[in-house]
């Protein structure tokens, strides 16, 4: 299964300049995804990180691989997530093995640990061709939208 | 010692190991959620890493029946068999 653009919006609740998936290029089941997320050098943050010299900071490729994450959580729990809940990122534990630069396909999988109701364990990396970049165990929670 | 004893000691280091709640709180019928500040997030967690050890599946209704040590480790009996 492959998810366009448009699909995703339908998914994660973050836009631009925060959206970091463009397409989701497999869809194991509810066990798996993975995703892409084109770097092309455009994006704001590279103009101070760093002048001169741009490298996607740490932080923002977990904030892809938890948006890959969202979208394995709508893969095991639809009628949850169609109803637009807060997720929110509880802890990661991550590790920046290489640098990310403009012109980079970031590749991003991730693989259910846990994912209940209210809560998931997932396990991403983030790749490069078929060097890993990153990797992390994230844990996060999901609370209805009160504004709902 | 009972092996249900052996359990309960490695559920507890298991428990510890994902909360850093020292070992000689976690008595075995101490509720962990409302006496020792475990919330769902690390529920999630100590559940994660149960599965991984014991390689079991724990399903979703039954975890919010667990509250305690004695509990898990009655779940893991159950689930090991």
């Known amino acids: 299964m492959k998810f366009d653009l448009e699909k995703i919006k339908s998914i994660l609740p973050q836009r631009e300049p925060f959206l970091f998936v463009d397409e989701v290029i497999e869809a194991e089941g509810n066990s798996r995804v993975v995703a892409v997320k084109n770097i092309t050098g455009k994006e704001d943050f590279f103009k101070g990180h760093f002048p001169g010299n741009p490298i996607m900071p740490g932080v923002l490729i977990v904030e892809a691989m938890a948006q890959a994450s969202i979208i394995l959580y709508y893969l095991c729990k639809p009628e949850i997530a169609q109803n637009h809940p807060n997720y929110y990122l509880g802890k990661t534990n991550a590790e920046f093995i290489a640098p990310v630069f403009p012109g980079d396909r970031l590749i991003l999988e991730a693989n259910r640990i846990k994912i209940i109701d209210n809560a998931g364990v997932v396990e991403t990396t983030a790749k490069v061709g078929d060097k890993i970049v990153a990797k992390a165990t994230l844990i996060f929670g999901i609370k209805p939208n009160a504004k709902k | ?81």
Do not use: C, H, W
Request: glycine share 2%; aromatic share 4%.
């Open chain 2, 1 to 81: 010692m009972p092996k249900d004893s052996n359990l309960e000691a490695e559920i507890k280091e298991l428990v510890s190991g994902v909360t850093a709640i020292p070992i000689e709180k976690l008595k075995s019928d101490v509720d962990i959620f409302a006496e020792l500040g475990v919330d769902s997030l690390k529920a999630i967690e100590i559940v994660a890493a149960f599965e991984r050890r014991y390689r079991v599946v724990v399903p979703e209704k039954e975890i919010p029946n667990i509250r305690t040590v004695k509990q898990i480790a009655d779940m893991a009996a159950k689930l090991i068999k």
